[in-house]
């Protein structure tokens, strides 16, 4: 039925400009002949309404399905963007036409074309303006949510303000549950970023059938419940997406350059990534492994054998901290106590390897 209304509504539109091409037409010498009387007039505009008319007609369907195509692409990108973005892209748009709005005296003066360059000129403006608005969002927002808490932090003196770099979440050092003693030692300074896509996979993980899994998954939602709750740290969840990407690791990455802020993890791989891309990262493990003990080759230690190691002879302990010791010819002492020299200390990315061997 709609589609019937509308074919009747474009022939009639048709029509309507075949009317006014008519009296344009007759201006023109070559259709004088239609000028002599005034039933020649009449007929040559029911012909041209007819004309172009009929030809809307026609062409409606190909019309139709083109209109239909543009509504469908503009339908999908809309879906894909967030009520803020929308708001933002809208705001652009008009400041952008207001400012375009400026020099329309100046343009519509212009004879003949002037029209035609000021409507140009503000579909332009439109555009780059809602582009621009989408893009640096994040930016506008920084700046109206440093004016709010500078506002805020004057009315509350009790509540300490920290100043730094954004600090991007991944889902791994969430799980890990050690960023939570982190930021109450306050060595994590500035606003903490938790994106919706990390927080979709931290539920995904947490709905999961596997026990183990869904354990996790439950213990990182809580360990982001007690950091919003308990701690006086920013946080703040960010609904910025790239839905040209799937992997949740490089979305990350591009949010924290979108940001100019820090990833925190302590996933390997997406450490390297994050160093060839350039984007800074704060990895939990490496802060672990710096503030561990300093052992040097030469000292002595008294530690427990546990169990045997991958080589012939040797003999594995850990210390407190979990790092391990590997003894040359502890085996046979498994179970007991035993006085040793380090030799040598290994740092990996991984963690510390401490060697020794039996004190003589």
Do not use: W
Not at 37 to 44: D, G, Q, S
Not at 115 to 130: E, K
Not at 305 to 319: C, F, N, R, T, V
Request: hydrophobic share 45%.
């Amino acid at each position: 039925m709609l589609r019937k209304v509308l074919r009747i509504l474009f022939s009639v539109i048709g029509g309507s400009l075949g009317f006014i091409i008519g009296r344009f037409l007759l201006k023109i010498d070559y259709f004088s002949f239609f000028n002599e009387t005034t039933l020649k007039m009449v007929i040559f505009y029911i012909l041209s309404c007819l004309l172009f008319g009929l030809i809307t007609f026609i062409l409606f369907p190909a019309i139709y399905g083109l209109i239909r195509k543009l509504l469908d692409y503009v339908e999908n990108h809309m879906q894909k963007l967030t009520a803020i973005e929308i708001i933002f892209g809208a705001v652009g748009a008009i400041i952008a036409l207001i400012i375009a709005s400026m020099f329309g005296s100046i343009l519509t003066s212009i004879p003949k074309v002037g029209v035609i360059i000021y409507a140009c000129v503000n579909i332009v403006a439109a555009i780059i303006g809602a582009d621009l608005s989408v893009k640096k969002r994040d930016e506008i927002m920084g700046v109206f949510l440093s004016f709010k808490k500078s506002g805020a932090n004057k009315e509350k003196k009790g509540k300490t303000s920290f100043k730094g770099t954004a600090k991007v979440l991944d889902t791994s050092v969430i799980i890990d549950g050690r960023i939570f003693d982190i930021c109450q030692t306050g060595f994590i300074e500035g606003t903490l970023i938790i994106p919706t896509f990390v927080l979709a996979e931290l539920r995904h993980i947490a709905d999961s059938s596997d026990g183990l899994k869904r354990n996790r998954g439950r213990r990182g939602l809580d360990v982001l419940n007690r950091i919003q709750k308990e701690l006086n740290v920013d946080v703040e969840i960010s609904e910025k997406d790239f839905p040209d990407i799937a992997e949740v690791d490089i979305k990350l990455l591009k949010l924290a350059q979108v940001l100019n802020g820090k990833v925190i993890t302590n996933d390997y791989n997406l450490n390297k990534v994050a160093e060839f891309q350039g984007v800074p990262v704060l990895n939990i493990n490496e802060l672990a492994n710096a503030i561990k003990p300093v052992v040097l080759p030469g000292e002595e230690m008294n530690i427990q054998i546990i169990k045997d190691g991958k080589e012939s002879g040797q003999g594995i302990s850990y210390l407190d901290d979990g790092t391990m010791i590997v003894v040359e010819g502890g085996r046979k002492y498994i179970g007991e106590n035993l006085a040793v020299v380090v030799t040598s200390v290994l740092q990996t990315p991984a963690g510390r390897m401490i060697f020794a061997k039996k004190k003589d």
